[in-house]
């Protein structure tokens, strides 16, 4: 079994990281980044649009 990663970065304080898409919310949930706690939508999190159909195929 091959893991996916997706690539998320926060708008607020531009902190990057990757984190398994299976393990992440439903994209419209909000949420907070794990370095400031900015609270948004998940979506606003991708640092791609390829990271956003990544995720779309785990939900």
Do not use: Y
Request: proline letters at 7%; hydrophobic letters at 35%.
């Amino acid at each position: 079994m091959v893991e996916a990663f997706i690539r998320l970065v926060c708008p607020e304080c531009r902190k990057g990281w990757q984190d398994n898409p299976a393990d992440l919310p439903a994209l419209r949930t909000n949420f907070n980044c794990p370095s400031c706690h900015a609270t948004r939508r998940l979506t606003e999190f991708m640092r791609t649009e390829r990271d956003l159909e990544a995720v779309k195929q785990f939900q």
